[in-house]
């Protein structure tokens, strides 16, 4: 699907912990694997982009067992 929309950006910013922009979004099955690259459009400009898994940081809490 070379240039043709399939998905939508659902929210996004800059990331202070990262580095870097993040977002969210929706795509296919097809397009959602974890190393997908995508390009999207930012303010209409083309990006590249990355599927990556959740959360884009990884916690540091202790959770107490039950």
Same mark, same amino acid.
């Given at each position: 699907?070379?240039?043709?929309?399939?998905?939508?950006?659902?929210?996004?910013?800059?990331?202070?912990?990262? =580095? &870097?922009?993040? %977002?969210?979004?929706? /795509?296919?099955?097809? $397009?959602?694997?974890?190393?997908?690259?995508? #390009?999207?459009?930012?303010? =209409? &400009?083309?990006? %590249?982009?990355?599927? /990556?898994?959740?959360? $884009?940081?990884?916690?540091?809490?202790?959770? #107490?067992?039950?």
């Amino acid at each position: 699907m070379d240039g043709n929309l399939i998905g939508k950006i659902t929210s996004g910013g800059p990331s202070p912990s990262q =580095g &870097r922009n993040i %977002a969210m979004g929706y /795509v296919p099955p097809a $397009f959602a694997d974890v190393g997908t690259e995508l #390009k999207v459009l930012v303010r =209409g &400009r083309p990006a %590249a982009a990355e599927v /990556v898994a959740t959360p $884009f940081v990884p916690t540091r809490y202790y959770r #107490k067992p039950k």
